[in-house]
């Protein structure tokens, strides 16, 4: 994650359902565009067990290999769409109605059997100027995810801000994969007031 910009001494739930709301059709659709494509393993293997990949549709713009473009390392300030993201016209419209600065982008996909252990990511939070947007693209009633110990249940087309630098752990105990259109932003003021 790039530097964090300063964010004052405001404090934000651990939460926080936005309001905003993503057609869920649209968002399958656009996922299935991408069927042909391979999904990477996500480079933290002792957090999961299972499948727990992604797709890169914005990384940094020094990112030349797949498993680079997951993720935002230290100190990257410039991001680019990838061609993923030319294939997925919703997608595009979805990330087109966040206001605020829009660093990654990436689909992340829990497969049905697979855990995410309980893991902290540092910088992931508003208070550090940060926040990770996430939009279920598919989901089932097996998924569990919790932070602080408590469930927060998300449902495809919904919009959730997580803190997720607090401990939080996920689960799909269902029959179908977990898909989320997973975006990293900048705190600004559009975004804080989303967030109360």
Avoid: K
């Amino acid at each position: 994650m790039a530097t964090a910009p300063a964010s004052g001494e405001r404090h934000y739930p651990d939460r926080v359902r936005l309001p905003l709301a993503f057609d869920p059709d649209a968002l399958a659709a656009d996922l299935a565009r991408l069927a042909r494509h391979d999904w990477i393993a996500h480079f933290v293997r002792q957090n999961y067990e299972g499948d727990w990949s992604a797709l890169p549709l914005r990384a940094h713009a020094g990112a030349s290999h797949p498993v680079q473009m997951i993720y935002s390392p230290p100190g990257a300030t410039a991001f680019v769409d990838t061609p993923l993201l030319a294939e997925t016209p919703y997608f595009r419209d979805v990330i087109a109605v966040f206001r605020c600065p829009v660093t990654c982008v990436r689909l992340m996909r829990l497969a049905a059997g697979s855990v995410i252990r309980e893991h902290e990511d540092n910088d992931l939070a508003a208070e550090r100027g940060w926040a990770r947007i996430h939009v279920p693209v598919t989901t089932n009633p097996g998924v569990e995810f919790f932070l602080n110990g408590e469930p927060v249940t998300m449902r495809a087309g919904e919009a959730w801000y997580l803190r997720l630098s607090d401990p939080h752990r996920a689960a799909n105990r269902g029959e179908t994969d977990r898909v989320h259109l997973v975006i990293d932003a900048q705190l600004d003021d559009w975004l804080a007031a989303m967030l109360g």
